[in-house]
């Protein structure tokens, strides 16, 4: 069984079956011809299920076999250009081999005496992300499991940092659609069950600053204490960015803690075209960045940024067995002085191994181009009259239903859009998402993929269209 650690005696075996697995999957890239087979969870779960674990088949070519019929042969392909649906990117090969690297090395972030150089290049990634956001000279941060992970950790700081006796005062404020790991978090960090206050939005999807000013107000005059403004730099179903100069104005008048949760819309601070789509970002006391949403890295790799290093201290304990205290005085860079987590993954180095191959630009361009693509798709879907879209987009979200003109129930034209989706993801031809929009069903593009083209989107539309109108057809012989 030794024969299966990786160390100097087994090199060689390392090569030979990593080698094997990486070959299985690059066939398997230059061969899906749809995102998705629509296998079932019925056919799936029998297949798993049938597999005995305490029945190993001893060799990495078997086992790859077995994986083909479980998981590779069905999984959802994030790289094929109709896969439109959530914030999941294709990734680049940088950070792939990134990856296999760290993977392999398995440094682990918490302590130096874990991973040396590992934990300079995860500053270094910190310090070049803060100063891309603009935080200044007192900056820090650190890398995390994923955007929800990292709200949580902002919102610690600013409870902390509210100072209040009370918790059962504290208020966050966010909008409407902003991401629930916000409310998450608040009932995580113990706040009251009404502690996130909802900020309506105006018609593209942004807070609207003048109901957030009122609240508050409110807030104040009822005796409570506002904790955080949460604004969103790209929400997650409309790609809408919140007025962040505006908002940042309201948060030093009311001496309250700015949050920018930019898990999708953080691949602009590598983008020299539309960079200035979340201008005021800079005004942040913290940042959530996504690097595997729209930095084209694999999952997981995100971080929190916060504009004054001394604010993380809330999140530092000391382990006599681990970073004991006397290793700050020491100078020692014990990483989990900073984080939530102990044991964690040098998920900087996808990034690190990105930028030096490709360069932030050629990260940027990427993103830019999902965000012109979508500029494109709006303009496809603003002209058919058998969609209505509703915003058009800051990112690269595009949300919509299928109106048939003949059809006036919303219940009826709900269900064919539902149907549309259904349809669509058994048949493997597409995936999309949805969501709702004033309570009535809609379908969502998110576009993260370049190599998707406005052919594409226009092909997945009469797709759409024509699931729905079979529904409606349907149903016209189901009430005849
Ligand atoms: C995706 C997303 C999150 C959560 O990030 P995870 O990496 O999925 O945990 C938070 N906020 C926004 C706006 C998002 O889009």
């Given amino acids: 069984m030794r024969s299966h650690l990786l160390n100097g005696l087994t090199a060689e075996h390392y090569r030979s079956s990593v080698t094997e697995g990486v070959e299985r999957v690059a066939a398997k890239l230059a061969t899906t011809d749809r995102p998705f087979t629509g296998v079932t969870v019925d056919t799936l779960a029998p297949r798993v299920d049938a597999i005995d674990l305490d029945r190993p088949l001893g060799s990495a070519t078997a086992v790859l076999d077995e994986l083909e019929e479980v998981y590779l042969r069905d999984a959802v392909y994030f790289h094929h250009p109709r896969y439109l649906a959530h914030l999941n990117c294709p990734v680049v090969i940088p950070a792939v081999l990134g990856e296999a690297v760290l993977s392999a090395v398995n440094s682990s972030l918490d302590t130096w005496d874990q991973s040396a150089g590992g934990t300079l290049i995860e500053r270094r990634l910190i310090d070049w992300t803060a100063r891309r956001i603009g935080l200044g000279p007192a900056a820090d941060g650190v890398f995390t499991s994923g955007g929800s992970q990292s709200n949580l950790q902002a919102l610690l700081l600013a409870r902390e940092e509210a100072k209040s006796p009370s918790p059962a005062k504290l208020r966050v404020f966010a909008s409407e659609v902003s991401h629930f790991s916000v409310q998450k978090s608040a009932k995580l960090l113990g706040l009251d069950p009404d502690a996130v206050v909802p900020i309506p939005v105006d018609h593209d999807k942004r807070m609207q600053t ?179 879209v509703v915003v058009a987009p800051a990112l690269s979200t595009l949300v919509f239903r299928y109106i048939p003109a003949a059809v006036t129930d919303p219940a009826e034209i709900d269900r064919a859009n539902l149907h549309a989706r259904r349809a669509l993801f058994a048949s493997g031809d597409a995936v999309v998402a949805g969501t709702k929009v004033g309570g009535r069903h809609y379908l969502k593009f998110t576009l993260l993929n370049p190599e998707t083209t406005t052919a594409d989107i226009a092909a997945v539309l009469d797709l759409i269209a024509g699931h729905a109108e079979q529904y409606l057809g349907d149903s016209l012989d189901r009430a005849s």
């Fill in 210 to 388: 003048v109901a957030l000013a009122r609240e508050l107000e409110r807030c104040v005059r009822d005796g409570l204490v506002p904790m955080a403004v949460v604004a969103t730099a790209g929400t997650t179903d409309f790609g809408s960015i919140d007025p962040l100069p505006e908002t940042a104005e309201l948060c030093a008048r009311f001496g309250t803690w700015l949050h920018v949760d930019a898990a999708y819309g953080c691949g602009l601070l590598a983008s020299r075209t539309y960079r200035h789509r979340i201008d005021g970002i800079e005004r942040a006391d913290s940042v959530t960045v996504d690097y595997h949403k729209s930095f084209f890295q694999p999952v997981s790799s995100s971080a929190l940024l916060v504009r004054d290093a001394a604010t993380l201290r809330h999140a530092t304990y000391h382990a006599e067995y681990l970073n004991p205290r006397r290793m700050v005085q020491e100078r020692i860079p014990n990483q989990v002085d900073k984080s939530l987590q102990t044991t964690r993954r040098f998920d900087a180095l996808k990034l690190w191994m990105t930028l030096r191959v490709m360069g932030a630009d050629g990260i940027g361009e990427l993103f830019d181009e999902v965000c012109d693509l979508a500029a494109r798709g709006w303009e496809l879907l603003a002209a058919d009259p058998r969609f209505d």
